[in-house]
């Protein structure tokens, strides 16, 4: 039953992955992109971690492409009049092939040693995965937590910046 | 009880497919009765008397309506994009339907032995003895309801029409504004309760005659919820994004039919889950007296605070003028969000010390 219900997300996935690089109209794109977050986030549940998943609707397709839309609308780019770009399409497909190369030797090499910690299914249903996440999170990974934020605060100021001319 | 599904008893299934039936009709039915009401509710606090040809005082209404709009021409502009046009509303319908799986509508009642907790994404293991629900169920709202702009911001590209880009612009701006604010006032909840499942947090409502509510415990957090979440869903004051006076219609004004009739639906869904989330974060949701000996009356107590809320969004709509957009963003990002933050620390430091 799992298996199947992955098969149907992954299809779905794959599906709208393709469409977001063949899509002209570049709305399209963006609707199947959050179609593919979505199915990322099923993944997460399947995975046993919820708060991930919620996460990963809010902040990707709830925010982030909903900002991306927003500068879609705003440039109200129209469907691209039917140019050629091949030099870009030779180089990404060398791209592409070479990654997906990679992954598919990863995954080949990787079956037989999936990785095991202190935090098995098990566990992580009985405490509750949004707990464990934050305990990590403020107790052993502080350190790479607080240089995120000063990262993001760094962002943030640099944003304020760029759109102020006079502060 | 021999008979199994995939490890599940086969009443597993039937109470499942009995709750998302119960809360779907009672959400379809609020919604086409809420139309109603606002406008008899509104209608009476002007000195009018509302709606009153179809049927008895105008109960009719609702279906005449609906009949209208499901026999209206469907017209779909030349310009538009057309699939964006048309999935639009759905994606606007959808969000506000699916975000009532994970709110607790009553405790745990009990058929042919077998134990039914009154919330759609929950089960009671009887090995564990308790019931297990979605244990993100606040963030699961939260994305949910973020969802929800996507079908505005669409309608509003798709049209292809001036009005209904500016609607939808001011509708993606303003969502985004609120949904921050709404999301940080809540999180001092969380601090008091420990926990994201809903059920959890109703259940620590429970007790004191109602004094344990988390409004008498973060009266601040429920007042900007609730102002926040009227935001979120393009509610008087804040309905800048279909203010009629400017934009004729806003986002649906090249809608026709059903197409607007989902948008209708989903304005006043989203007002019911709103409210309903509103109860059970910070009204004790389905507490009050007497629930253990009578199960049932769980779900008598949640719907009544829930209408009770509903009236007051109207009761608002009635009284309140229109905000100006420059006031709404500085509402959102100079008040509300400095306020929540302060409210968060606050908490914080109470609850360090006690």
Same mark, same amino acid.
């Given at each position: ?14 599906? #709208? ?30 995975? =046993? ?12 397709? $709830? ?16 469907? =691209? ?10 180089? $990404? ?29 098990e566990?992580?249903r009985k405490?509750?995965? %949004? ?14 937590? !607080?240089?995120?934020?000063?990262? *993001? ?11 102020? @001319?006079?502060? | 009880?021999?008979? !199994? ?6 009443? &597993? ?51 005449? =309506? ?7 021409? !469907? ?23 699916? %975000? ?15 134990k039914?907790p ?5 089960y009671y293991d009887t090995t564990a003895g308790q019931v297990f629900d ?10 949910? #309801? ?15 029409? @001036? ?8 509708? #993606? ?9 709404? $999301? ?7 601090? *008091? ?23 008498? @415990?973060?009266? *601040? ?18 309905? *800048? ?13 090249? &809608? #026709? ?34 629930? $253990? ?13 829930? &209408? ?17 957009? =420059? ?6 990002? @100079? ?16 609850? &360090?010390?006690?």
């Amino acid at each position: 039953m799992e298996t199947l219900f992955f098969l149907i997300v992954s299809l779905v996935a794959v599906i #709208s992955a393709i469409l977001v690089v063949t899509c002209r109209n570049p709305i399209n794109s963006a609707l199947s992109l959050i179609m593919t977050f979505f199915c990322l986030a099923t993944y997460y549940v399947m995975l =046993d971690a919820p708060f991930m998943a919620a996460v990963q609707v809010m902040v990707y397709a $709830g925010a982030i492409m909903v900002l991306m839309v927003f500068t879609i609308m705003l440039l109200n780019i129209r469907v =691209d009049a039917s140019k050629k770009h091949s030099h870009k399409l030779i180089f $990404g497909s060398i791209i592409g092939f070479f990654t997906v190369l990679n992954l598919i030797v990863l995954l080949v090499k990787s079956r037989a040693a999936l990785p095991t910690g202190p935090y098995s299914g098990e566990i992580i249903r009985k405490i509750g995965h %949004t707990e464990l996440i934050g305990r990590e999170m403020f107790t052993n990974f502080l350190l790479p937590f !607080e240089i995120t934020s000063i990262l *993001l605060l760094v962002a943030i100021i640099g944003a304020v910046i760029l759109a102020k @001319k006079k502060i | 009880m021999g008979i !199994e599904i995939l490890g599940l008893p086969l009443m &597993y299934y039937i109470a499942m497919v009995a709750k998302v039936l119960v809360a779907f009709v009672f959400v379809l039915l609020t919604v086409a009765y809420a139309t109603y009401a606002e406008r008899k509710i509104i209608g009476h606090m002007q000195v009018r008397l509302g709606p009153m040809r179809t049927g008895w005082h105008g109960l009719l209404q609702p279906i005449a =309506d609906g009949v209208k709009l499901f026999f209206k021409e !469907e017209i779909i502009p030349s310009q538009a994009s057309t699939f964006a046009f048309l999935v639009a509303p759905l994606i606007a319908l959808i969000p506000a339907f699916i %975000t009532f799986a994970v709110i607790p509508f009553g405790g745990i009642i009990e058929i042919a032995g077998y134990k039914i907790p009154l919330q759609i994404a929950a089960y009671y293991d009887t090995t564990a003895g308790q019931v297990f629900d979605v244990n993100v169920g606040v963030l699961y709202i939260l994305a949910m #309801s973020s969802l929800g702009v996507y079908g505005i911001v669409l309608a509003g590209w798709a049209s292809n029409s @001036k009005y209904s880009l500016m609607g939808g612009l001011r509708a #993606s701006a303003q969502m985004i504004s609120y949904e921050l604010a709404a $999301g940080l006032s809540i999180i001092s909840v969380f601090m *008091l309760s420990g926990t994201l499942s809903l059920s959890r947090i109703v259940e620590l409502q429970s007790g004191f005659g109602g004094f344990e509510w988390y409004l008498f @415990k973060q009266p *601040l957090a429920a007042f900007m919820f609730f102002i926040c979440s009227l935001a979120e869903i393009n509610r008087t004051p804040f309905d *800048l994004p279909e203010a009629e006076t400017e934009l004729v219609s806003g986002f649906c004004t090249e &809608y #026709s039919s059903m197409k607007y009739a989902m948008f209708f639906m989903a304005e006043y869904a989203n007002m019911v889950t709103v409210c309903a989330l509103t109860v059970t974060l910070f009204l004790g949701g389905w507490n009050g007296p007497l629930t $253990g000996a009578i199960p049932l009356l769980g779900p008598v107590y949640f719907i009544a605070k829930v &209408y009770f809320l509903m009236f007051v969004c109207m009761w608002i709509r009635a009284t309140l003028p229109r905000y100006r957009y =420059d006031q709404l963003m500085h509402l959102g990002w @100079k008040v509300f969000i400095p306020v929540a933050l302060v409210n968060i620390i606050v908490t914080g430091i109470i609850g &360090y010390f006690l």
